[in-house]
């Protein structure tokens, strides 16, 4: 399909007066717990700093500001095998675009990924070459976002939704061939495209390399898989360790063994909401103690509204449970598992425990998940975390763009 002859009718993003309205006096209504003892965050997200952020976001956020800067995008609505799938589209702006699927991650939004979509769609406009013009759509996730409600598929997970990307790339929206890009969730969904269709894509890039199967078996809510801490390790090393257990540990195993009853209590509180998905926006992000860093107020408001006002926290949440509820088995049993070509990028403040950004290709390529990707781009970046393409967008950018060379 020429990027000229798209033929759906965009529809703008807007959110109700009547749905801002509750949302504002949900705000004003929090119960606040007592949170004694918490200055230093030992306990979780701060009262302090969390009533200052519930304070902007009733008097001082300004949603339709947000959404006057979403809506300088395309946007769409469709429906894909009874699935509602949104997503937000540039057009690329070169000789010859490719079209460019991004896939998003928890708790991420759509909107992350909008450092980069400008220098993606049109590289002339930012020093760079026209010939390396990308056709980019971003969607919301299954349950995320405006891709919701999402009543009618309680089983939804990484791999049923790199299904229907397929679907919408190749069925909905006629592109014989495309590329795809992932962080989070969304690297294993663009990774299983790269297992199960790999002769329909130029290539991948995603942040990390999780092997497809990471949420298999009956501990994948423990991010350690059950392995005691090694004795006889560098104090300075166990300490890591223990970190990286701190940072994921509660995430992982509410999500994965309970994330609906989680959910009563976040679905009917916007404080609570904010409060769980700001946790791992401030432990996740390379932000040096201080998460506006990363994430401005109106940045973390923007995103969270995008969650409140589609009632999007138990379904998204859900797709870790189903990713073990419905294990992923292999389309075929070649080797790599991921044949299409891979571009991968690493950041600094996800470098394990023991390992330095300087040896952190070197780590992956002598690992067991190497085998499991076509990598042909292995980047590490000093600085920048989890939320890469929102931290570090134009060295993602860069990354991503070496991948595709020579693929086009």
């Known amino acids: 399909m020429e990027t000229g002859s798209f033929e759906l009718e965009p529809r703008p993003i807007r959110v109700s007066d009547e749905v801002l309205t509750d949302l504002r ?16 965050g030992f306990y979780g997200v701060s009262r302090s700093y969390l009533e200052e952020l519930v304070d902007y976001w009733v008097n001082e956020f300004d949603w ?15 429906n894909i095998d009874g699935v509602p799938v949104h997503f937000m589209r540039k057009p690329g702006v070169g000789p010859n675009p490719v079209p ?20 993606l769609s049109d590289p002339g406009a930012f020093g760079g070459d026209p010939a390396e013009a990308f056709d980019v759509i971003v969607p919301s996730l299954p349950g995320f976002g405006f891709s919701t409600p999402l009543p009618n598929n309680p089983d939804m997970n990484f791999w049923k939704i790199a299904d229907l990307w397929h ?3 190749t069925d909905t929206l006629g592109y014989t061939k495309y590329a795809a890009a992932g962080c989070d969730v969304g690297a294993l969904v663009t990774g299983q495209l790269g297992h199960k269709y790999r002769d329909e894509l130029y290539a991948i890039h995603i942040g990390s390399a999780l092997k497809l199967n990471f949420f298999n078996g009956d501990r994948a809510w423990d991010f350690s898989g059950g392995r005691p801490i090694p004795d006889n390790i560098p104090e300075s090393i166990r300490l890591k360790i223990l970190e990286f257990d701190r940072r994921f540990a509660s ?18 509180s916007p404080a609570g909401m904010l409060a769980w998905i700001l946790e791992r926006w401030a432990k996740w992000s390379d932000n040096k103690g201080n998460v506006e860093n990363v994430f401005s107020k109106d940045d973390i408001l923007t995103h969270a509204t995008i969650y409140w006002v589609n009632n999007a926290i138990e379904t998204s949440m859900r797709i870790y449970a189903n990713n073990n509820r419905y294990p992923w088995t292999p389309d075929h049993d070649r080797w790599p598992v991921i044949e299409a070509p891979t571009g991968i990028t690493f ?7 023991g390992i330095t950004t300087a040896n952190r290709v070197q780590n992956f390529l002598e690992s067991d998940r190497a085998a499991w990707y076509n990598h042909v781009n292995v980047t590490a970046h000093e600085h920048g975390g989890h939320f890469i393409p929102w931290e570090i967008p ?7 763009r070496r991948t595709f060379r020579g693929r086009r």
């Open 64 to 78: 339709r500001k947000a959404e006057r800067a979403i809506n300088a995008y395309e946007h769409y609505q469709v």
């Open 25 to 40: 006096n949900r705000l004003q209504s929090t119960r606040w717990p007592v949170d004694a003892g918490n200055d230093d």
């Open 251 to 268: 995430h992982l195993a509410v999500h994965v063994l309970g994330p609906g009853t989680l959910a009563y209590g976040l679905s009917d």
């Open 347 to 353: 950041v600094g403040y996800e470098n394990p425990p």
């Open 394 to 400: 134009d060295q993602w950018v860069d990354d991503l």
């Open 167 to 169: 679907s919408l790339m």
């Open 100 to 119: 460019l699927i991004l896939s998003h991650g928890w708790p991420w939004t759509f909107w992350h990924w909008s450092k980069v979509i400008d220098p």
